[in-house]
């Protein structure tokens, strides 16, 4: 009975089926009619009339069969502004593109991930944990869970949904009591980790309904804080609180000292043909993540190219004049694991204009020492990377197009050479 109801439901109205099904039978039916006659030795009128219905028939059967398949495949996949070539191309494409894992936190890390999705699919972004301020650190504090604003910003960036969705999950309240502030998506991963009990869980329900290129994993599932150490020898604890110090900074710490790294993250990190770190915030973003010390002892292990995208402007309360090679140093002194073998520095033209805005805010290019950083045995790569809008950052575009080049380079030489 159940087989006959299912039957059935394919000759339900509106279903868009019927008529191709009909169609195709209709072109199968005249080839058979018309070919039997063709076989025949007939009158030349009559073999030109099956010859014409031989031919409808063909013309028949491959509609049919077209605007079947199209029509499945437009209630079954949402993307209907993309044709079905270019959306098998890039199924096809993008997941024989290589296996990258993207670490950092803030607005950086899902800068790189908005152009690497067009290269491959095989994409694992790890982010850091924490984020104390805003609505993140509003929503650590009231609801117990892992901060999820970085986490949100690469889910966008690597979302293949309309853009619709992807602007409610970036949309802002700027109104209302208690929710002034927060985005859509942190409240929606905040209620997803309440209904399925966890915060993994909800990332990966988020995933799905933002239907995103790779995936998004938190560096730890552990609850973390970020203490550090000035030059002056004092410390302040408190990812959102330590640049506003502005003070040089020594190191870094993860609080508890001894954080589990989320497994997902490690397995990504065992299977990378490449990692690559940042742009981003260097002591509040990206070292971070690498103080979870499997985390840092895997990505050692590993002989692939381990990419350092040096930041464009120096950041207020964190790299106050610092150069490429400062960028370096700090990393490895905090780590201290070789995690790094190659550096991106941009050598683009900044926008003059821009400049003074950046310097009200104590911000300044950041200098490429290259004799320092290859003295460390760091392969140096410059090429113009920068955004030509508004704001002096990374172009996703430029800078996604550069990493892919800095790998295929690495299929070709040796690690253990630099």
């Known amino acids: 009975m159940k087989k006959i109801i299912k039957i059935i439901r394919w000759f339900y109205p509106g279903l868009k089926v019927k008529r191709w099904i009909s169609l195709l039978v209709a072109g ?7 070919s039997s006659h063709l076989s025949q030795d007939g009158h030349l009128i009559l073999r030109t009339v099956y010859t014409i219905l031989f031919a409808v028939g063909i013309g028949a059967f491959i509609a049919g069969t077209t605007y079947l398949i199209k029509s499945f495949f437009e209630a079954i996949y949402p993307h209907k502004g993309k044709g079905l070539i270019d959306i098998i191309y890039e199924k096809r494409f993008l997941a024989k593109g290589p296996k ?10 899902s800068t790189i991930l908005e152009g690497l999705k067009e290269y491959t699919s095989n994409i694992t972004a790890i982010v850091a944990v924490a984020d104390e301020g805003g609505s993140s650190g509003r929503l650590r504090e009231e609801f117990g869970i892992l901060p999820p604003g970085d986490i949100r910003n690469c889910l966008v960036s690597l979302a293949e949904a309309p853009q619709l969705m992807r602007d409610l999950f970036q949309y802002r309240f700027v109104e209302g009591g208690g929710i002034k502030g927060h985005s859509f998506g942190n409240i929606l991963i905040t209620a997803l980790t309440a209904v399925t009990g966890s915060f993994k869980d909800a990332v990966e329900e988020s995933s799905k309904v933002l239907a995103i290129r790779g995936r998004v994993v938190p560096c730890s599932l552990e609850k973390i804080r970020l203490k550090a150490q000035f030059c002056d020898g004092t410390v302040k604890e408190g990812e959102d609180k330590i640049p506003d110090e ?25 299977e990378a043909e490449m990692i690559v770190f940042g742009p981003g915030s260097l002591f509040t973003s990206i070292i971070p993540n690498l103080l979870i010390a499997q985390i840092s002892e895997e990505i050692a292990k590993k002989n692939v ?10 950041q207020y309360g964190e790299t106050d004049g610092f ?13 201290k694991k070789d995690v790094i073998n190659c550096c991106l520095v941009n050598s683009g033209r900044l926008e003059y204009k821009l400049l003074p805005k950046y310097a009200k805010e104590n911000s300044f290019p950041v200098i490429l020492d290259r004799q320092r950083l290859e003295k460390r045995k760091v392969l140096v790569f410059e090429a113009d990377v920068v955004s030509k809008s508004n704001y002096l950052r990374h172009d996703f575009k430029k800078a996604a197009k550069e990493i892919m080049n800095i790998y295929n380079y690495g299929k070709k030489v040796c690690f253990d050479k630099h």
Do not use: R
Not at 248 to 261: D, Q, S, T, Y
Not at 305 to 314: G, Q, R, S, W
Not at 323 to 335: K, M, W
């Open 305 to 314: 190219m381990k990419l350092y995208i040096c930041n464009v402007m120096t």
């Open 323 to 335: 150069t490429a090679a400062d960028h370096f140093e700090a990393l490895i002194s905090n780590v």
């Open 28 to 34: 199968v039916l005249l080839i058979l009619v018309s």
């Open 100 to 109: 990258i894992v993207a670490i950092g936190g803030g607005t950086g890390l």
């Open 246 to 270: 502005g003070k040089p900074i020594e190191k870094v710490f993860l609080i508890p000292g001894n954080v589990h790294p989320n497994p997902e993250a490690i397995e990504a990190i065992k």
